[in-house]
C-alpha cells in the first residue's frame, strides 16, 4: 500500500559523529583504551582548570584532577547513555574537591596543618583563550575569587570555565536549577563590587 499525499515521512536521522562523546562513550564503556584516551584528553583542561580555579594551588588541583579522571575511567560501567559526560566528570570532580576541603578542615582542626595554604602565584599566569561574558570578567578579577564564597565560586566557574548549563551546575552541586542560577548572579555581583570598590579616580584609588 502507497502512501497518500498527505502521509507525514520521517526525515531520515543524521548519523552520529564518530568522534563525539556519546560515540567515545560506548565504545570506552566497552573497554576501547583509544576511545578513553581521546575522552580524556578532550576534558581534562576544563577539570583542571576549574579545580585550579576554587583550590588557587596548582598541585591540589593536579591531583584530584588525575584521580578525579581515574575514578572515571573505573566506572565507566556506571555511566548512562544521554547523560553529559563533561558534567558527569565535573559531578566527580566536585564530589573530590568537597572530601578534600573537609578533609583540611579536619587537619586544621587538629593542628596537623603546618602552614595555611596560600593560592599559588602560578594562578595569575594563566592565559586561556578569552570567551565573552562570565569568562573574561573572570581572567579580569581572577585574583579576586578566592574572597568569593567558595559555592557560588564553584557555580561561576562551572558555568565560565566548565561551560555548563545552568541545568547541569544544579547536577553537579546537588541543588536546583534556580539555586544554580542564584549562585551564579551572586558570584559575578560579588565580583563586580570589589571592582568598583577599587575604581580610580583622578589617581586615586576608591575604598
Not at 573497554?31 to 585550579?52: M, S
Request: aromatic letters at 8%.
Amino acid at each position: 500500500m502507497s502512501a497518500g499525499p498527505n502521509t507525514p515521512v520521517a526525515e531520515p536521522s543524521l548519523p552520529e559523529p564518530l568522534d563525539s562523546d556519546a560515540a567515545l562513550t560506548r565504545l570506552a564503556r566497552a573497554g576501547d583504551r583509544a576511545a578513553w584516551g581521546a575522552l580524556a584528553a578532550r576534558h581534562y583542561e576544563p577539570i583542571f582548570r576549574w579545580l585550579w580555579r576554587v583550590s588557587g594551588r596548582h598541585e591540589v588541583a593536579e591531583d584530584l584532577a588525575q584521580d578525579a579522571f581515574l575514578r572515571a575511567a573505573t566506572r565507566m560501567e556506571l555511566f548512562h547513555d544521554g547523560t553529559h559526560f563533561r558534567a558527569w566528570l565535573f559531578r566527580i570532580a566536585h564530589n573530590l574537591w568537597a572530601n578534600h576541603c573537609r578533609s583540611s578542615a579536619r587537619r586544621r582542626a587538629g593542628g596537623l596543618e603546618e602552614a595555611a595554604e596560600v593560592p599559588d602565584a602560578g594562578l595569575a599566569a594563566i592565559d586561556p583563550v578569552q570567551q565573552l561574558g562570565d569568562r573574561e570578567e573572570i581572567d579580569v578579577l581572577k585574583e579576586r575569587l578566592q574572597a568569593v564564597p567558595r559555592e557560588w565560586r564553584e557555580a561561576l566557574l562551572l558555568r565560565a570555565e566548565g561551560e555548563l548549563s545552568f541545568r547541569d551546575i544544579a547536577e553537579v552541586q546537588g541543588i536546583t536549577e534556580e539555586t544554580a542560577r542564584w549562585r551564579v548572579f551572586k558570584a559575578r555581583k560579588e565580583l563586580a563590587a570589589m571592582a568598583s570598590a577599587e575604581v580610580t579616580r583622578d589617581g586615586e584609588k576608591i575604598t
